[in-house]
């Protein structure tokens, strides 16, 4: 491991100019602790399981500092007057969550919408935090002082944080306090004077080997006996102690991008989080075994509101990719200008715009809330709730417009390339608006997207993208204006006698 006093810091100091790409990429070069295939990664800017989504992320960073994008990527630090990335941006008014709008969906256009938790989306999370201080406060003044101190730091030196906020998966008949080893789930095992030290595991770190910050929190209802698990906190990657688990990565299957198009360059990664017995000094620690704010800080502020805005910007996008995808296979097949064909991409195009319409209603009638804008509560969590079915069925429409196009694709591009197959290529292969290799590109493309286990692992992300489908739909049940609905079957029940 690179000494301590080696190891490049996590981002340029705060007032300088906006973060690059090629400064993002250095810093991954810290020493963290990231496994894969029983073995530690030397460098994940190099390895090929996490190095081209680790450049699609300097990307971003790049898009954000280009001055061409000033007006739409960034703000002005209050603290530092230096431009940095909107998304840190707490917003006031309508248009302030508008234009955050306009900057996740340039960098999930960047990405087709892809990458899930790119670093604009823990950063909302945070925006809501340091917007409620005083949620954090009712543990103690400087808890609220310490997650406000570290949003700025967020802010002004652009980091990317991702999370770890589920318990694992061990034994969920029993609470966290009960299972067979207490250290099992992340939790406090010591304190001391400055600090305190975490020890067990959680899920699911997205992104997190490609980031520069943890946050440990929990977003699974805790019970009397959980204290010791009721934690929010962040911690450097590098931290002395901290594991990251990979699982199993699809850009290394990848033979080459022609035949995974996706798969070769956005698989950003999703890790299991093995804390042992990391340090975490007090001011990196925001809820200390607190069950109360452990669950306030995600309802009673608007953190996970601002996270899944930027989830649903993302969400929108990819759903603009699917269905670009669907056209231009339908074009180029020349099945566009057939009656059922046009019925199932109206029905496709009538889902899409259901969800980009959730999005800007979420947004136009958010409400202020002490100066501060809350997307609306009702609006997103019900888009949210269908994600989890529409998405499924969108997919398995798509499937069925393509017919048998998927399994009859050649083998690999070394077929359109060898001089014993690429005469039956072009000749058989083709279609009537592009030659053999621009059609299998397509097919390729659609494949990686819809049915190759890099499209598996996006549908069953998005199926599970805001929890269990069922506690969503129990956030809208919470927050839907019930009053008004049985208001109305009252006045219908108090309507006089219709006289004969």
Same mark, same amino acid.
């Given at each position: 491991?690179?000494?301590?006093?080696?190891?490049?810091?996590?981002?340029? =100091?705060?007032?300088?100019?906006?973060?690059?790409?090629?400064?993002?990429?250095?810093?991954?070069?810290?020493?963290?602790?990231?496994?894969?295939?029983?073995e530690r990664v030397a460098d994940v800017t190099e390895h090929p399981a996490f190095r081209e989504a680790a450049r699609q992320v300097a990307r971003?960073?790049?898009?954000?500092?280009?001055?061409?994008?000033?007006?739409?990527?960034?703000?002005?630090?209050?603290?530092?007057?230096? =431009?940095?990335?909107?998304?840190?941006?707490?917003?006031?008014?309508?248009?302030?969550?508008?234009?955050?709008?306009?900057?996740?969906?340039?960098?999930?256009?960047?990405?087709?919408?892809?990458?899930?938790?790119?670093?604009?989306?823990?950063?909302?999370?945070? #925006?809501?935090y340091a917007a409620t201080p005083d949620v954090f406060a009712a543990g103690g003044k400087h808890f609220a002082d310490n997650v406000v101190r570290?949003?700025?730091?967020?802010?002004?030196?652009?980091?990317?944080?991702?999370?770890?906020?589920?318990?694992?998966?061990?034994?969920?008949?029993?609470?966290?306090?009960?299972?067979?080893? =207490?250290?099992?789930?992340?939790?406090?095992?010591?304190?001391r004077d400055d600090g305190i030290v975490i020890r067990g595991a959680q899920q699911l770190a997205t992104g997190g080997a490609l980031s520069d910050?943890?946050?440990?929190? #929990?977003?699974?209802?805790?019970?009397?006996?959980?204290?010791?698990?009721?934690?929010?906190?962040?911690?450097?990657?590098?931290?002395?102690?901290?594991?990251?688990?990979?699982?199993?990565?699809?850009?290394?299957?990848?033979?080459?991008?022609?035949?995974?198009?996706?798969?070769?360059?956005?698989?950003?990664?999703?890790?299991?989080?093995?804390?042992?017995?990391?340090?975490? @000094?007090?001011?990196?620690?925001?809820?200390?075994?607190? @069950?109360?704010?452990?669950?306030?800080?995600?309802?009673?502020?608007?953190?996970?509101?601002?996270?899944?805005?930027?989830?649903? #910007?993302?969400?929108?996008?990819?759903?603009?990719?699917?269905?670009?995808?669907?056209?231009?296979?339908?074009?180029?097949?020349?099945?566009?200008?057939?009656?059922?064909?046009?019925?199932?991409?109206?029905?496709?195009?009538?889902?899409?715009?259901?969800?980009?319409?959730?999005?800007?209603?979420?947004?136009?009638?958010? @409400?202020?809330?002490?100066?501060?804008?809350?997307?609306?509560?009702?609006?997103?969590?019900?888009?949210?709730?269908?994600?989890?079915?529409?998405?499924?069925?969108?997919?398995?429409?798509?499937?069925?417009?393509?017919?048998?196009?998927?399994?009859?694709? =050649?083998?690999?591009?070394?077929?359109?390339?060898?001089?014993?197959?690429?005469?039956?290529?072009?000749?058989?292969?083709?279609?009537?608006?592009?030659?053999?290799?621009?059609?299998?590109?397509?097919?390729?493309?659609?494949?990686?997207?819809?049915?190759?286990?890099?499209?598996?692992?996006?549908?069953?992300?998005?199926?599970?993208?805001?929890?269990?489908?069922?506690?969503?739909?129990?956030?809208?049940?919470?927050?839907?204006?019930?009053?008004?609905?049985?208001?109305?079957?009252?006045?219908?029940?108090?309507?006089?006698?219709?006289?004969?």
């Amino acid at each position: 491991m690179t000494p301590p006093q080696a190891r490049p810091t996590s981002a340029r =100091p705060a007032g300088e100019s906006l973060r690059t790409g090629a400064e993002y990429l250095r810093s991954l070069k810290d020493g963290r602790h990231v496994m894969l295939d029983g073995e530690r990664v030397a460098d994940v800017t190099e390895h090929p399981a996490f190095r081209e989504a680790a450049r699609q992320v300097a990307r971003l960073y790049d898009i954000a500092a280009a001055p061409e994008n000033r007006e739409r990527m960034t703000f002005t630090s209050p603290k530092t007057g230096a =431009p940095v990335l909107r998304a840190y941006q707490i917003p006031a008014t309508h248009a302030d969550l508008t234009a955050r709008r306009l900057f996740h969906e340039t960098w999930a256009e960047a990405t087709f919408g892809l990458m899930g938790r790119t670093p604009d989306h823990v950063a909302g999370f945070f #925006c809501g935090y340091a917007a409620t201080p005083d949620v954090f406060a009712a543990g103690g003044k400087h808890f609220a002082d310490n997650v406000v101190r570290f949003y700025e730091r967020m802010r002004d030196e652009h980091l990317y944080v991702s999370y770890a906020i589920v318990p694992p998966q061990i034994d969920r008949s029993k609470p966290a306090h009960k299972q067979s080893d =207490p250290a099992l789930y992340a939790g406090v095992v010591k304190e001391r004077d400055d600090g305190i030290v975490i020890r067990g595991a959680q899920q699911l770190a997205t992104g997190g080997a490609l980031s520069d910050w943890l946050q440990l929190a #929990c977003i699974h209802p805790l019970q009397p006996g959980d204290e010791n698990y009721a934690n929010g906190l962040v911690v450097p990657i590098d931290a002395p102690g901290l594991k990251l688990y990979s699982r199993r990565p699809f850009a290394t299957m990848a033979k080459n991008s022609f035949d995974h198009p996706l798969s070769s360059r956005f698989d950003e990664s999703d890790a299991y989080v093995v804390f042992d017995d990391v340090f975490v @000094p007090w001011e990196q620690v925001f809820i200390y075994r607190n @069950p109360e704010i452990s669950r306030d800080q995600w309802w009673k502020t608007p953190a996970h509101l601002l996270g899944n805005h930027q989830a649903q #910007c993302r969400y929108v996008t990819k759903l603009r990719f699917m269905l670009g995808l669907a056209q231009r296979m339908n074009e180029m097949t020349g099945n566009i200008a057939a009656p059922p064909v046009q019925v199932a991409m109206g029905e496709l195009a009538s889902l899409a715009s259901i969800f980009e319409g959730m999005l800007l209603a979420h947004e136009a009638i958010a @409400p202020i809330d002490n100066g501060v804008l809350w997307p609306h509560r009702t609006t997103l969590y019900s888009a949210m709730a269908m994600q989890s079915e529409f998405n499924g069925r969108m997919l398995e429409m798509i499937r069925e417009l393509a017919g048998g196009a998927f399994i009859t694709l =050649p083998s690999s591009l070394a077929d359109l390339e060898s001089p014993q197959t690429a005469p039956d290529m072009e000749r058989y292969m083709r279609s009537a608006s592009t030659d053999a290799r621009g059609r299998v590109a397509l097919m390729r493309l659609l494949w990686d997207f819809i049915g190759s286990e890099f499209g598996s692992r996006h549908q069953q992300y998005e199926k599970f993208y805001g929890g269990a489908s069922f506690l969503v739909k129990t956030n809208v049940f919470r927050h839907y204006d019930w009053k008004r609905a049985t208001a109305l079957v009252d006045r219908a029940l108090a309507l006089p006698p219709v006289e004969g």
